[in-house]
C-alpha cells in the first residue's frame, strides 16, 4: 500500500463550489504540506503543518484553507472554487528526525487533478 | 530568499546519448539540493539530494550531480540514456536552518528519442 495517499484522484468541479482534497499517510511523519503544481511553475506551496496544533501558510495561500485532523490526515478545502484554482495538487510528508539517509526528503502522494469549469 | 532556475523547460536526447539537465540556485545560506522525478501520472520522488559532505552525489537508476558551490549550480547527468528516463525532472533547494521550506524549480520536461 502507498504511504501517502490522496483522494479524489480526478475531479472536475464548477465555478463556486466547495471542493475538498484529502490526504492520509501511513508514514507517522510529523509534518505534511499541500502544494500546486502549474505547467512552467514548478510546485508551489499552498499551506504546511508540522503537527496537529500547528498550521502555516505557504507562498499561495489565498482562496484555500486547511485542515489537520490527525497527524496522518491533512485535508485541503477551495471555499469557492475559481477556474484558476485548476491544476494538479499534491499532499507531501516529511520527517527531520526521521533518518540520516531520509534527511530534508519530502514524500509525495500521486496527486489529485482538479478542474474547475 | 531562495530561488531555483533550470535552463530548458524541454530536453531531447537519443537513447545512449548523455544526459545534461542544469540547475542554478540562490541561497543566502548553506543549501540542501535536491532532484526529483515525476513520471507520468504520478507524484514526485528523490532521484538524489545533497546535504553535506562530498559534492558528487550519485542517486538511483544511474544519475548523479555534483554540487558547485563558486557556480551556484547542481545540474543532473546520466552518461547513457534509456527509454525509461523519460519524465518531468525538478531541481529544489532548501535552507539548512530550515530545510522543510522546499522551493522548487519550473521543471524540465525529459524526452528520449530511441
Known amino acids: 500500500d502507498a504511504d501517502v495517499t490522496q483522494t479524489p484522484r480526478n475531479r472536475i468541479t464548477k465555478t463556486g463550489k466547495r471542493i475538498m482534497l484529502e490526504c492520509s499517510q501511513t508514514?507517522?511523519?510529523?509534518?505534511m504540506y499541500w502544494y500546486r503544481q502549474d505547467p512552467g511553475l514548478g510546485l508551489r506551496l499552498i499551506y504546511y503543518?508540522?503537527?496537529?496544533?500547528?498550521?502555516n501558510k505557504g507562498e499561495i495561500s489565498d482562496g484555500y484553507s486547511v485542515s489537520r485532523q490527525a497527524q496522518a490526515k491533512f485535508s485541503l478545502s477551495l471555499e469557492s472554487a475559481i477556474p484558476n484554482q485548476t491544476a494538479l495538487y499534491f499532499c507531501?510528508?516529511?520527517?527531520?528526525?526521521?533518518?540520516?539517509?531520509?534527511?530534508?526528503?519530502?514524500?509525495f502522494g500521486p496527486g489529485t487533478r482538479l478542474t474547475v469549469l | 530568499a531562495q530561488s531555483v532556475t533550470q535552463l530548458g523547460s524541454h530536453v531531447s536526447v537519443s537513447e545512449g546519448a548523455l544526459v545534461l539537465l542544469r540547475c542554478n540556485y540562490s541561497?543566502?545560506?548553506?543549501?540542501?539540493l535536491f532532484w526529483y522525478v515525476q513520471y507520468p501520472n504520478q507524484g514526485l520522488q528523490l532521484l538524489l539530494k545533497?546535504?553535506?559532505?562530498?559534492?558528487l552525489v550519485k542517486g538511483i537508476n544511474g544519475f548523479e550531480a555534483e554540487f558547485k558551490k563558486s557556480e551556484t549550480s547542481f545540474h543532473l547527468t546520466k552518461p547513457s540514456a534509456h527509454m525509461s528516463d523519460a519524465a518531468e525532472y525538478f531541481c529544489?533547494?532548501?535552507?539548512?536552518?530550515?530545510?522543510?521550506?522546499?522551493?522548487f524549480g519550473p521543471g524540465t520536461s525529459l524526452s528520449v528519442i530511441p
Open positions: 529544489a533547494v532548501s535552507e539548512k536552518t530550515s530545510y522543510d521550506k522546499v522551493i
Open positions: 508514514k507517522g511523519h510529523d509534518r
Open positions: 503543518s508540522f503537527d496537529v496544533k500547528d498550521i
Open positions: 545533497y546535504t553535506t559532505g562530498a559534492t
Open positions: 541561497s543566502s545560506v548553506p543549501p540542501y
Open positions: 507531501a510528508t516529511s520527517d527531520p528526525m526521521d533518518s540520516v539517509l531520509t534527511e530534508g526528503e519530502q514524500f
